[in-house]
């Protein structure tokens, strides 16, 4: 399973929810205590960014961009 595959299962349960960065990583750390805070980095997997995850500009993208830090859940 990738980090992005980690990520997208682990804030599934919060789809439709406005999450601030730091939520994200705890949410995430949680239930992948492995991964490095600093390799979950939702605003790559959300539209907009200038070196996005490969799903950021595709319907798949886990994270729709609200304002600076903070995600709604796709």
Known sequence: ???HDEIKLAV???KGQTLET???IK???EQFPEI???SILPNEHADG????CWCAK???RIFERIT???YKVR
Request: charged share 20%.
């Open 68 to 70: 600076r830090g903070k």
């Open 49 to 52: 960014n200038a070196n996005p």
């Open 27 to 29: 949410i995430v750390r």
């Open 12 to 14: 599934s349960w919060f």
């Open 58 to 60: 595709t319907n798949d």
């Open 36 to 38: 490095n805070a600093d």
């Open 22 to 24: 730091a939520q994200i």
């Open 1 to 3: 399973m990738t980090i």
